[in-house]
């Protein structure tokens, strides 16, 4: 059974930065593509990055110019690096893996943004 694990949410003060962890159980090259996600409280979850694992990255407009997605074969894992961080993007970030046309999602990683 696949696992993706996301680690690294913390409470940070708005402008500040931080990167996530997600953690594979399988090698990266066995996915198609790998996407960051987030739910505020209240509101649905929305794709904030996405990186193809051959090819490209996509962003939400809102943290373009801000947030990065990479990888990390050796370690089988996708990083998130958010900077300038604000109050609005407190929420829940989720790491979300597609591999054989098969979804597999991480349980989450809390990030507060506030002073």
């Known amino acids: 059974q696949v696992q993706l694990v996301e680690s690294g949410g913390c409470l940070v003060q708005p402008g500040g930065s931080l990167r996530l962890s997600c953690a594979a159980s399988a090698s990266i090259f066995s996915f198609n593509s790998f996407g960051w996600y987030r739910q505020a409280p209240g509101k649905e979850r929305e794709m904030v990055a996405t990186l193809i694992v051959y090819g490209s990255t996509q962003y939400a407009s809102s943290v373009k110019g801000r947030f990065t997605i990479s990888r990390d074969v050796a370690k089988n894992t996708v990083y998130l690096q958010m900077n300038n961080l604000k109050p609005e993007e407190t929420a829940v970030y989720y790491c979300?893996?597609?591999?054989?046309?098969?979804?597999?999602w991480g349980k989450g990683t809390l990030v507060t943004v506030s002073s």
């Open positions: 979300k893996g597609r591999r054989y046309d098969v979804d597999y």
